[in-house]
């Protein structure tokens, strides 16, 4: 069960862990690469505090999971039946921001890495509000195209960087309406009859 601010929990959770792995490898701590949610155009601005050295993991896109959006939600009451809640997919792009080749490739290595490492993230990983939580996230790489990718880059307005896409699912946002009040299951009888074959 999460509330709205599940999707700003999944972004930090994602940053705490990254942080994490990059502060344990030596190679990043010197100098050190910090992790940002801002976008890679964002980050570009003089007005920014992130460093030009970082690595953006930026949310640029939310939608809706068909595969379980009709899931009935549990019944922890008797007489209540919870408003289902909205099931969406995360996408993520995740961009070293770094002028030096060398560079960029070894921090995106070390993120595909982490990620695959820790495909599915619950318990102890999640941050905020998933804290302590029974939600479990799936990292899925995306198979984007050049082109599919070289959009979202154009939506930036910004010329096309080396990056990769990830999503993640599913996170659901509860209802904040009250359950609705039924009568409560007392019995359950049930019964079965034959189907005869006409000749």
Same mark, same amino acid.
């Given at each position: ?21 990059? @502060? ?47 899931? @009935? ?48 993230? @619950? ?32 939506? &930036?307005?910004?010329?096309?960087? &080396? ?37």
């Amino acid at each position: 069960m999460s509330n709205f601010t599940a999707i700003w929990a999944v972004s930090s959770t994602l940053q705490t862990l990254l942080s994490t792995q990059l @502060r344990a490898d030596p190679r990043f701590t010197n100098p050190y690469v910090p992790v940002s949610l801002l976008s890679p155009k964002n980050i570009r601005e003089p007005e920014s505090v992130a460093s030009s050295s970082s690595v953006s993991i930026w949310l640029y896109r939310v939608t809706r999971n068909e595969h379980i959006l009709n899931t @009935r939600p549990d019944r922890t009451i008797p007489n209540q039946v919870p408003r289902p809640p909205i099931p969406v997919n995360l996408y993520y792009l995740i961009t070293p921001m770094n002028e030096d080749p060398e560079a960029q490739q070894t921090v995106l290595g070390k993120v595909l890495q982490v990620f695959n490492d820790h495909a599915i993230l @619950r318990g102890s990983d999640l941050q905020i509000s998933l804290s302590g939580s029974t939600e479990e996230l799936r990292l899925i790489l995306e198979t984007l195209t050049l082109e599919e990718l070289t959009r979202v880059w154009d939506a &930036l307005q910004e010329p096309y960087q &080396l990056s990769v896409s990830y999503l993640v699912q599913v996170v659901s946002i509860d209802s904040s309406n009250e359950p609705v009040v039924t009568s409560p299951v007392l019995t359950r009888n049930t019964t079965h009859s034959q189907i005869l074959k006409s000749q």
